[in-house]
């Protein structure tokens, strides 16, 4: 019994990413892509207070309302039911940010998301470092 519910979660993720990936702009739409990258790559680890009261107004004013309400409810379900768990399924917002965050925010056009190593490790950290803000928007 332990293995299939180990195997449904698995199967879930899975099928939350696919569906992600198949949407004809990503939940995090790919006109705010490089605004958003900006934002969160704009300042200094120390200052990422800035840097996440500037994703958080982008969020708010420009993504469209269905997508944000979804990205807020996807949020809570991974803060509230999967990282209060991360001891039994190693499921931290930093792993959770690795996870996800490559199937909500990408170029439309699908080419390689980042060109720009040091841009893709300083956005990464900002994500991770964030997670838990997210359903706070």
């Known amino acids: 019994m332990e293995q299939l519910v180990?195997?449904?979660a698995i199967l879930a993720s899975s099928l939350i990413?696919?569906?992600?990936?198949?949407l004809e702009d990503p939940l995090l739409v790919g006109a705010l892509y490089h605004t958003i990258i900006a934002a969160a790559t704009s300042t200094e680890e120390s200052e990422s207070d800035t840097s996440?009261?500037?994703?958080?107004t982008i969020l708010q004013k420009r993504l469209p309302p269905q997508n944000y309400n979804m990205l807020k409810i996807i949020c809570e379900f991974l803060?509230?039911?999967?990282?209060?768990?991360s001891g039994a399924n190693f499921m931290t917002p930093?792993?959770?940010?690795?996870?996800f965050q490559p199937n909500i925010l990408y170029l439309v056009c699908r080419e390689s998301i980042f060109t720009d190593n040091v841009a893709r490790t300083k956005f990464d950290?900002?994500?991770q470092r964030n997670t838990y803000s997210v359903s706070h928007y």
């Open 52 to 56: 996440r009261e500037m994703v958080k």
């Open 17 to 22: 990413k696919r569906y992600f990936r198949s």
């Open 6 to 8: 180990k195997n449904d």
């Open 79 to 85: 803060k509230n039911k999967i990282v209060t768990k």
């Open 125 to 127: 950290g900002f994500v």
């Open 94 to 99: 930093e792993n959770l940010a690795i996870v």
